[in-house]
T-cell receptor, first 110, second 115 residues
Framework: DQQVKQNSPSLSVQEGRISILNCDYT??????FLWYKKYPAEGPTFLIS?????DKNEDGRFTVFLNKSAKHLSLHIVPSQPGDSAVYFC?????????FGAGTILRVKS | NAGVTQTPKFQVLKTGQSMTLQCAQD?????MSWYRQDPGMGLRLIHY???????DQGEVPNGYNVSRSTTEDFPLRLLSAAPSQTSVYFC??????????????FGPGTRLTVT
């Protein structure tokens, strides 16, 4: 029973364009939502988070949108750069536990 | 600061063998956790600890033991390795507090193969 789902295993985008990564969740008790980025042979690194009481959070090129009624969040990267190529994990916080999605591989082509 | 360190980086075990994956952090974080990453499944929480002497189970605790005798260290023990435990293991830590989310810092991972 996956509480956090990333339905797109991969995404390919041209450099300079927008990348949109999507995530759906089922548990309405999650209080924070996060995005992590992971390069091969490294641990995940935190990218951006959003509280369940907000609908948007922005940090430079990265913006996360939360639609609670649809139980959906998305990460927008504008403009996309080749260095953004990585696996992106959506995660949701439930007290002391973090639940991760399966990840989306983003490839940014130059 | 070294951050979160994990040893070993790679390990091959035979079925039935035991071993301990080491994790240490030098950021004085109260909260530490272990995850395993498998293809198509993201990261799944194995065990976590909110402070020295306190541990609790995550999503997939079976076959693993933990203890937390110091703030810095949080070892993960495999008592009798099984092929299903072949995975990449990540340790993470963060501060604990009220009123917000606190970023988790992950170690570089241990790639374990059980034959």
């Amino acid at each position: 029973d996956q509480q956090v789902k990333q339905n797109s295993p991969s995404l390919s985008v041209q450099e300079g364009r927008i990348s949109i990564l999507n995530c759906d969740y089922t548990n309405s008790m999650f209080d924070y939502f996060l995005w992590y980025k992971k390069y091969p042979a490294e641990g995940p690194t935190f990218l951006i988070s959003i509280s369940s009481i907000k609908d948007k959070n922005e940090d430079g090129r990265f913006t996360v949108f939360l639609n609670k009624s649809a139980k959906h969040l998305s990460l927008h990267i504008v403009p996309s750069q080749p260095g953004d190529s990585a696996v992106y994990f959506c995660a949701a916080s439930n007290g002391n536990k973090l639940v991760f999605g399966a990840g989306t591989i983003l490839r940014v082509k130059s | 600061n070294a951050g979160v360190t994990q040893t070993p980086k790679f390990q091959v075990l035979k079925t039935g063998q035991s071993m301990t994956l080491q994790c240490a952090q030098d950021m004085n974080h109260e909260y530490m956790s272990w995850y395993r990453q498998d293809p198509g499944m993201g990261l799944r929480l194995i065990h976590y600890s909110v402070g020295a002497g306190i541990t609790d189970q995550g999503e997939v605790p079976n076959g693993y033991n933990v203890s937390r005798s110091t703030t810095e260290d949080f070892p993960l023990r495999l008592l009798s390795a099984a092929p299903s435990q072949t995975s990449v293991y990540f340790c993470a830590s963060r501060i604990t507090g009220q009123g917000g989310y606190y970023e988790q810092y992950f170690g570089p991972g241990t790639r374990l193969t059980v034959t």
